[in-house]
T-cell receptor, first 115, second 108 residues
Framework: GAVVSQHPSRVICKSGTSVKIECRSL??????MFWYRQFPKQSLMLMAT?????????EQGVEKDKFLINHASLTLSTLTVTSAHPEDSSFYIC???????????FGSGTQLSVL | GQNIDQPTEMTATEGAIVQINCTYQTSGFNGLFWYQQHAGEAPTFLSY????GLEEKGRFSSFLSRSKGYSYLLLKELQMKDSASYLCAVKDDYKLSFGAGTTVTVRA
């Protein structure tokens, strides 16, 4: 089946630093990738939708200057959390979609802890 | 926007059956998904319904009624490893939105 690789799986950083999370589709071309955030015991909240070669579409309330998304190729999307603060500590998950496929394939998630 | 509701918690005994209900209101509908998620892990796909009716896949079945905005996930012959959060998700024209999840605890 389709595989989406996400790394790092866990990162601990100091407040004020930036963290980059990568999401790769290993065996298919992902025209669209989605980034979700999940706080403990809560559901996944969509942050933004990225389409290859174009600017990401951010959900209401998500700061685009803080959460930079780049989808430079059909197999790679990156999320950069800039000037991270403790309140950004969360579980970040990417998912990838191929064309009009009805299923999304999820990465394994990144647990971000900002000290 | 979308409004997706499912119970917060359910408890059942090993070997029993549990039904998790999900109701939704959406401005566009392109399918309903059920995912299983263990703590600290990404969701894994369980089922997909786009037409009314029952989809059966081993111990898991999912039902959809589009006119009622209603779905359920049926877990049969519960095993301890089925203890997890179960997420109902609805796809509109371009994105997938998730319910808050139902935590199922299976007891011996």
């Amino acid at each position: 089946g389709a595989v989406v690789s996400q790394h790092p799986s866990r990162v601990i950083c100091k407040s004020g630093t930036s963290v980059k999370i990568e999401c790769r589709s290993l065996d298919f071309q992902a025209t669209t990738m989605f980034w979700y955030r999940q706080f403990p015991k809560q559901s996944l909240m969509l942050m933004a939708t990225s389409n290859e070669g174009s600017k990401a579409t951010y959900e209401q309330g998500v700061e685009k200057d803080k959460f930079l998304i780049n989808h430079a190729s059909l197999t790679l999307s990156t999320l950069t959390v800039t000037s991270a603060h403790p309140e950004d500590s969360s579980f970040y998950i990417c998912s990838a979609q191929s064309g009009g496929a009805e299923k999304l394939f999820f990465g394994s998630g990144t647990q971000l802890s900002v000290l | 926007g979308q409004n997706i509701d499912q119970p917060t918690e359910m408890t059942a005994t090993e070997g029993a059956i549990v039904q998790i209900n999900c109701t939704y209101q959406t401005s566009g509908f392109n399918g309903l998904f059920w995912y299983q998620q263990h703590a600290g892990e990404a969701p894994t796909f369980l089922s997909y319904n786009v037409l009314d009716g029952l989809e059966e896949k081993g111990r898991f079945s999912s039902f959809l009624s589009r006119s009622k905005g209603y779905s359920y996930l049926l877990l049969k012959e519960l095993q301890m490893k089925d203890s997890a959060s179960y997420l109902c998700a609805v796809k509109d024209d371009y994105k997938l939105s998730f319910g808050a999840g139902t935590t199922v605890t299976v007891r011996a």
